[in-house]
């Protein structure tokens, strides 16, 4: 069982610490010389990170429920195995491991100072009517210079494992219409507010909804936030699809879980395998892929 007192007593140190997170659902906490990140055990999902002596880097809402079932609007939700609406016409978007809750793997130390955990979420931790082939997921946590968010699929079945996914990270901003958001110039993307294609000319500007997959994209992603006075750098691998996300004003009030006012603190700039960009996988029985996020400042 995973209790707070159990897991503290079995994977617990001076910088990994086991609490009731919101919701009451298990919580860790990293904390080290680089700074602060906390992740809840529901979703595998990564709730903030701090680097030392910054604000934090990723944003959550005030109006996320933490309720089991419901997703958690804010941080990093780990969507898979599907990104986007639900394939199945029985679950919901983006996929069932961002409501299910992982198991802790490990948790340790590098010799560099560096704090990290590993969970897991297999096909027996979810109704098999939701998850009808076989699977292992792994989900890295790695507190250093940068914050490195690793996603492990493994196919443990005897058939081909077809996906989508991402790691749906969500940004804080001093204001997102200050903002621009870097590296994504001349690539083609899908607009799915406006049902249109298109390809990108200068940096990305919000000053309306935003909701676009970029495809063919590999390179590191800036937002650059002049207010806080830093740029957050997003690098990748494993992925070749970026999708960037603002509600803006109508979309906000819609929400039940998002603050009418809140797009004006935020941007969703994902690391994603987007079946829109021609991006999503098979993986063959016995194989490993791997979609990895590396967040840091400057």
């Known amino acids: 069982m995973n209790t707070v007192n159990a897991l503290q007593s079995r994977f617990g140190s001076e910088n990994v610490n086991f609490y009731a997170g919101p919701g009451g659902f298990t919580a ?60 199945t016409g ?7 491991a961002r409501v299910s809750l992982w198991n802790m793997v490990s948790a340790g130390q590098t010799p560099a100072g560096e704090t990290s955990v590993t969970l897991c979420l297999e096909d027996k931790d979810v109704d098999a009517k939701f998850a009808p082939q076989s699977f292992k997921l792994e989900l890295s946590v790695t507190l250093g210079a940068t914050l490195t968010v690793a996603l492990k699929i493994y196919n443990t079945g005897t058939e081909e494992l077809a996906y989508s996914g991402a790691l749906h990270s969500y940004f804080n901003v001093a204001d997102s219409a200050a903002i621009k958001v ?5 690539c083609e993307y899908s607009d799915k507010v406006l049902n249109v294609e298109g390809i990108q000319s200068g940096s990305i500007v919000i000053d309306r909804e935003i909701d676009r997959v970029y495809r063919r994209t590999s390179g590191s992603v800036n937002v650059e936030d002049p207010v806080f006075n830093r740029t957050i ?32 603190t935020m941007v969703c700039v994902e690391a994603a395998n987007a079946s829109a960009a021609g991006d999503d996988r098979v993986l063959a029985p016995g194989a490993m892929a791997e979609l990895r996020q590396m967040i840091s400042i400057a």
């Not at 999902?45 to 809402?61: C, D, Q």
């Not at 997003?234 to 603050?259: H, L, Q, R, Y």
């Open 28 to 87: 860790v906490k990293l904390a080290n010389s680089y700074g602060e990140a906390a992740l809840t055990l529901y979703g595998a999902h990564v709730m903030s990170y701090t680097p030392a002596g910054a604000v934090p880097v990723l944003w959550m809402s005030e109006k996320s429920m933490f309720t089991a079932g419901d997703p958690i609007r804010g941080g990093i939700p780990v969507c898979w195995p599907w990104f986007g609406p639900d394939v």
């Open 90 to 96: 029985k679950f919901g978007g983006h996929g069932y």
């Open 182 to 186: 870097c590296g994504l110039e001349d």
């Open 233 to 264: 750098r997003i690098a990748k691998s494993g992925s070749t699809s970026t999708v960037v996300w603002n509600p803006w004003i109508e979309k906000s009030k819609k929400m039940p879980d998002f603050g009418d006012e809140e797009y004006h």
